[in-house]
């Protein structure tokens, strides 16, 4: 898979596209964590929210290289 991609004649990295998918996936992943409740049985929300997305950006970053 090529480092870098071209968008309008401007070189953009790879991980921006990674970035951008588990932008999508963390927002549907948290949706569907506030339907079923399970935030009331975690103690602080911004922290797990924050790895959450940390270890959805880090898999599709270690999937891409």
């Not at 339907?35 to 924050?50: D, E, S």
Request: net charge positive.
């Amino acid at each position: 898979m090529p480092r870098e991609i071209a968008l309008l004649d401007a070189l953009m990295p790879t991980l921006i596209l990674a970035f951008i998918a588990a932008l999508l996936l963390y927002w549907l992943l948290d949706k569907v964590l506030v339907w079923l409740g399970v935030y009331q049985f975690i103690w602080y929300r911004a922290l797990f929210r924050l790895s959450l997305f940390s270890c959805l950006f880090c898999a599709l970053g270690l999937l891409i290289y």
